[in-house]
T-cell receptor
Framework: GAGVSQSPRYKVTKRGQDVALRCDPI?????LYWYRQALGQGPEFLTY????????KSGLPNDRFSAERPEGSISTLTIQRTEQRDSAMYRC???????????FGPGTRLTVL | GQQVMQIPQYQHVQEGEDFTTYCNSS?????IQWYKQRPGGHPVFLIQ?????EVKKQKRLTFQFGEAKKNSSLHITATQTTDVGTYFC?????????????FGKGTKLSVKP
């Protein structure tokens, strides 16, 4: 079937606005991950879920960032009161389980003006 | 905290030359994964190594996991232009959070035809 999809692909927002980034994982994948990737860097872990349970959120930079996966499928990463330093590529990945290979989505390029 | 380091940061080779990238972790890893990211693309899983001293081959690519499970390498024989991209290694954070992958900064490979 289809791979991991993310929307929107590009998001431009003004400082102080809230944004919600969506991830639709591969059907049947138990684990879902959120990363942030700066240009020229490797993906930086933010948080991950098994089913609907958030297993680890230690990578979320501060309390403006939150994520949910209420039905164990689609996930939303929310950034409140965005700041310019939040500008980055946000990537979602999914896997059959947390010990398996991760399949990455195309990412959402967030620009905060 | 745990760190995963890769060298070199950049590698420029002539088509047909060999290429090697090295990955070192500050802590022992339960496993190590390698990903390739083409310019403008997303990370794509290549392989996972689990056993101490493990060696795996995929056509012209050879992956090794060190005896102490703290280092790994990827060797490409007779590079081709299709090998262009950034190669990342990644290992689990540990402490029970298998899904929390720590990525290295990557080695960017360019191949001159």
């Amino acid at each position: 079937g289809a791979g991991v999809s993310q929307s929107p692909r590009y998001k431009v927002t003004k400082r102080g606005q809230d944004v919600a980034l969506r991830c639709d994982p591969i059907s049947g994948h138990v684990s879902l991950y959120w990363y942030r990737q700066a240009l020229g860097q490797g993906p930086e872990f933010l948080t991950y879920f098994n089913y609907e349970a958030q297993q680890d959120k230690s990578g979320l930079p501060n309390d403006r960032f939150s994520a949910e996966r209420p039905e164990g499928s689609i996930s939303t990463l929310t950034i409140q009161r965005t700041e310019q330093r939040d500008s980055a590529m946000y990537r979602c990945a999914s896997s059959l389980g947390s010990y398996n290979e991760q399949f990455f989505g195309p990412g959402t390029r967030l620009t905060v003006l | 905290g745990q760190q995963v380091m890769q060298i070199p940061q950049y590698q420029h080779v002539q088509e047909g030359e060999d290429f090697t990238t090295y990955c070192n972790s500050s802590t022992t890893l339960s496993n190590i994964q390698w990903y390739k990211q083409r310019p403008g693309g997303h990370p794509v899983f290549l392989i996972q190594l689990v056993k101490s001293g493990e060696v795996k081959k995929q056509k012209r690519l050879t992956f090794q996991f060190g005896e102490a499970k703290k280092n790994s390498s990827l060797h490409i024989t007779a590079t081709q232009t299709t090998d262009v991209g950034t190669y990342f290694c990644a290992g689990p954070q540990g402490g029970g959070s298998q899904g929390n992958l720590i990525f290295g900064k990557g080695t960017k490979l360019s191949v001159k035809p």
